[in-house]
């Protein structure tokens, strides 16, 4: 993930917003209660502050494992087709016949296609398009025409059809990771955590000390709710994954000609 500065302008908006909700919510909920000094009025919003704080921060906790997680797997998946690319390309290499060589040129073409359109040109990166399926489509029938003629090609020819088949794979994989947002219930969960942890707080007196500790703790919500957004969609700013595997792959396989 690059550092960019439209990531950081997520950053900033995140921190900062939460940052002013969890004041606000403070200062509203101070002023409409008008508390009294009680000793056991602080108790009790202490003990149920710390309940609440618990829940939220379990929740951010899952949510947060399970898109890094996500965010993971699919770089997983890049490699993985990456390393499929490459056998082809290798295994046509060794099959030492010039009816392969469409089948490498096939393969470069497929690398071209995803680096250069799927993830830069059209719409946001990663995005699965026509043009991608038909560059995989073309390698496939290359691979289909390959008519062995020893045993060592057949085995070749094999390897190839089933690695052939494992792209197809990862791109299923690849249009499954852009269809799948952070469900919008988590959002209204995660805010409305916040907003009543920080109303919970109004028993206390507006002091520095608490002031600051309560921004303290709204900065930090902010910055995992950042890298939930973040992680969230794998293909679109802040956290947009580069297809760096296939790039460096293209990259080799053009440079050993």
Do not use: K
């Amino acid at each position: 993930m690059l550092v960019t500065w439209q990531g950081i302008v997520y950053g900033v908006a995140f921190i900062g917003g939460t940052v002013a909700i969890s004041l606000i919510t403070y200062a509203l909920t101070r002023h409409l209660l008008a508390p009294g000094e009680a000793p056991h009025h602080r108790e009790m919003a202490g003990s149920i502050v710390v309940r609440l704080g618990a829940l939220q921060g379990l929740i951010l906790a899952l949510v947060f494992a399970q898109e890094m997680e996500s965010y993971q797997r699919l770089e997983g998946v890049l490699s993985s087709e990456a390393s499929a690319v490459a056998d082809i390309y290798n295994d046509a290499i060794r099959y030492e016949s010039p009816t392969a060589e469409p089948v490498r040129a096939a393969m470069l073409r497929y690398l071209d296609v995803v680096t250069t359109q799927e993830w830069h040109e059209d719409g946001p990166g990663g995005q699965l398009l026509p043009e991608g399926w038909n560059a995989w489509d073309a390698a496939y029938r290359e691979v289909l025409d390959l008519i062995p003629q020893t045993p060592r090609q057949a085995a070749l020819h094999n390897n190839m059809l089933a690695r052939i088949h494992d792209i197809a794979d990862a791109r299923d994989q690849r249009d499954r990771s852009w269809t799948l947002p952070t469900f919008a219930i988590f959002w209204f969960a995660a805010v409305s955590g916040m907003i009543l942890i920080s109303a919970g707080y109004y028993i206390f007196p507006p002091e520095r000390q608490i002031i600051v500790l309560l921004s303290i703790f709204s900065a930090y919500t902010g910055i995992v709710l950042y890298m939930i957004f973040a992680f969230s969609n794998p293909y679109s700013p802040p956290a947009a994954m580069q297809p760096e595997a296939l790039e460096e792959l293209l990259s080799d396989l053009r440079a050993g000609g």
